[in-house]
């Protein structure tokens, strides 16, 4: 049985900022335009490449100068999305002393990625929530829809 490629999301680890190479952009992105393919569907990126698309926008430097807060909110804005809060990550994440929640898009209940920044303060790396962060997403969930209805 084949599997259409584009419709299954992207799964797996997130390459960080500093592993990419020019050169290194999807196929997709070498598409000069999108009737390319007229019978797909109009579909959003995997949530992997929106991480990707915010490590990218990540500056190390920022944090170490401006810190973890201003960094990320500049980040989000670079990519479209929306700085939501951020916390100490008291155990929730190994390695990591605070984490940032940010909306990556509103469609269809949202989207979320966590920014970590790692014990030292010497790394940070995006990820998708899993078991221990799942309630973060969740309250980031409601939090925006709080924000959506002032």
Partial sequence: ???????????????PASAH?????????HRTDDTALPHLP???APLALDLV??????????????????AVRDAAKVIGGEF???L????LVDDAQRIALV???????????????SANGDRVRTVEADEATTGLVQFAKAFVA?????
């Fill in 21 to 29: 190479t020019p050169g290194d952009a999807p196929l997709a992105s």
């Fill in 103 to 117: 909306c990556l898009s509103r469609d269809n209940g949202g989207r979320f990625g966590l920014v970590l920044l």
């Fill in 84 to 86: 939501l809060f951020d």
């Fill in 88 to 91: 100490p990550a008291s155990g």
């Fill in 53 to 70: 698309e915010l490590d990218l926008a990540l500056d190390l430097s920022d944090i170490a100068d401006r810190g973890f807060d201003d």
């Fill in 42 to 44: 109009q579909q959003t």
């Fill in 146 to 150: 709080v924000l959506e209805k002032l």
């Fill in 1 to 15: 049985m084949a599997v259409d490629a584009l419709s299954r999301p992207v799964h797996g680890p997130i390459k």
